[in-house]
């Protein structure tokens, strides 16, 4: 007898307890190096983007999205940052590619929305200066005046290795929403080389502090460094001060990936919390160990004359690999967030998500492994060059790239974490949501657990959200464990990507793939 092909999807809906969560916002257009911003004013409102074009928008905390390209007079070319004003403006900020011949990666284009993505009124720039390269950028929002600071890498002649060439830090701000920006000032007193490699200076995040400072670092030939103004960006240290060294330096390789890095996240705390003014800077570095990679935090109390001595963030135990750390503070309590990949738990390139919570302003973190299922990278795959993370009052927010079967996807998770996920030393057994095996040919089954009566419904849809068959059309159940058997050749499917949603108490929206 042969025996059907099957899909197991165990889906556990815990109301007001949720856990292990995974929703995928995109499969389309290869995206990688994702970025995710919440608006602290709506906080149901999210954006995400991701290399090269790709934006995406939800409008119910992130359980589901619509995604768009992006387009620009200046064009489009990664390295997507989000961050949003308290008009509930959004920005997109990205490296250009105009149609001019050479003039590729020659400024930093902002580009805002008022309406979550319907247009784009606001199409600016800055940094434009002859052929040099304008790469990496980030920007913080000042949300005291929304002043809009942002701080990237100038090459001279982008992977050149004559020694007169150099990189530097460059800064620029806008003070009316992104419509003009200020001639960039150089805030890097020493120079790097241009090769994109650790004695390049590279990984300018700002941040903003309680009063309106500005503080900025970076890495580079001198390890670790910082920069800061006091006066909106007029003026800054004569000259950047080291933090640490970084072992090994910032340009690493990690197994299953085509190019890593440890690149730093700048922060400060302005909350109202116990820790306001607090200045954070995460990384990640190999001195560990080349096959040990570990994610890396120190703090300053005096706005960055002295820092503390480097804190390990990662909890475990292993000599195994994390990476691609991103580090973010929910600015209603100063807590602590950080996600990163992590391969602690394996012996081979399989990589689960993690994220890091500190309560006691940096002193020690909790560790939850909050990925469903580990995914397994392929070094011939661009992966893009960084993780990013989104919290408000409690309500966090991460985004990572993961590779299944050769398909790049980006995903968030909608975990409630004031209520923990498992430590990430303890199995997290609660779900199961991979798709194995995969494709499907016959029979597919779902599974779910309701903690009390709720009125369900499931459908199938295609990957533009459009419903193809309704399987449960809004059924009053019972509390209990369901298994639903459904007959794909029944429902006309031809082969492709589908999504099954389920929906409960027309709240909670889960949405989990599967392949004919």
Not at 37 to 47: A, F, G, Q, S, Y
Not at 214 to 237: C, E, H, M, R
Not at 384 to 405: A, E, F, K, Q
Request: glycine residues 6%; aromatic residues 12%.
């Amino acid at each position: 007898m042969q025996i059907p092909s099957l899909i197991a999807i165990s889906i556990l809906l815990l109301f007001q307890d949720l856990h292990g969560q995974n929703v995928m916002i995109s499969n389309s257009n290869e995206p990688n190096e994702p970025s995710i911003i919440m608006d602290p004013k709506n906080p149901n409102v999210l954006m995400a983007a991701s290399n090269i074009d790709n934006y995406y928008f939800s409008l119910d905390s992130g359980y589901t999205w619509t995604e768009q390209r992006l387009t620009s007079n200046h064009g489009v070319w990664g390295d997507p940052c989000l961050v949003v004003d308290t008009a509930s403006n959004f920005y997109f900020f990205h490296l250009s590619n105009p149609s001019v011949v050479g003039n590729w990666l020659d400024r930093i284009v902002c580009q805002k929305t008022s309406d979550k993505g319907g247009t784009w009124p606001t199409d600016s720039y800055a940094g434009l200066n002859d052929f040099r390269v304008q790469d990496k950028e980030w920007c913080a929002i000042d949300r005291q005046n929304n002043n809009m600071y942002v701080t990237w890498t100038q090459f001279d002649s982008y992977s050149s290795s004559n020694p007169l060439d150099s990189s530097v830090i460059l800064f620029s701000k806008s003070l009316d929403g992104g419509n003009n920006w200020s001639i960039p000032i150089r805030i890097s007193k020493v120079a790097g080389d241009c090769l994109d490699d650790d004695n390049t200076v590279e990984g300018a995040v700002p941040a903003v502090g309680p009063n309106g400072e500005i503080y900025v670092s970076w890495a580079g030939p001198n390890g670790l460094v910082f920069n800061k103004s006091l006066d909106q960006g007029n003026t800054w240290l004569t000259s950047e001060t080291t933090i640490c060294a970084i072992p090994g330096g910032w340009n690493y390789n990690i197994s299953g990936i085509m190019r890593s890095n440890g690149l730093p996240i700048t922060l400060c705390d302005v909350s109202n919390g116990p820790n306001r003014g607090t200045i954070y800077v995460n990384w990640s570095d190999q001195r560990n160990g080349i096959d040990n990679t570990d994610i890396w935090m120190v703090k300053s109390l005096d706005g960055g004359q002295t820092w503390t001595s480097p804190l390990m963030i990662n909890t475990d135990a292993s000599n195994r690999q994390q990476f691609f750390t991103w580090m973010t503070i929910d600015q209603t309590n100063g807590n602590l967030y950080a996600v990163f990949y992590d391969r602690s738990k394996y012996s081979d390139d399989s990589t689960d998500v993690v994220i890091a919570k500190s309560t006691d302003g940096g002193n020690s973190f909790e560790n939850f492994t909050i990925s469903e299922s580990p995914f397994f990278p392929n070094d011939a795959i661009f992966f893009g060059d960084y993780t990013n993370i989104t919290v408000h009052n409690g309500v966090v927010r991460p985004i990572w790239t993961r590779l299944n079967n050769g398909v790049l996807s980006v995903w968030t998770d909608v975990s409630n974490l004031e209520k923990p996920l498992k430590a990430q030393s303890n199995s997290n057994d609660l779900f199961s949501f991979e798709n194995y095996p995969n494709p499907v040919e016959d029979y597919a089954f779902v599974s779910f657990k309701l903690r009390m009566n709720s009125v369900v419904n499931l459908t199938v849809t295609d990957a533009q959200g459009n419903i193809l068959s309704t399987l449960i059309a809004k059924e009053i159940r019972k509390q209990g464990k369901y298994i639903e058997r459904i007959c794909l050749n029944e429902l006309g499917l031809s082969k492709g990507l589908y999504f099954l949603k389920l929906e409960v108490d027309d709240q909670l929206k889960v949405l989990r793939q599967i392949k004919l």
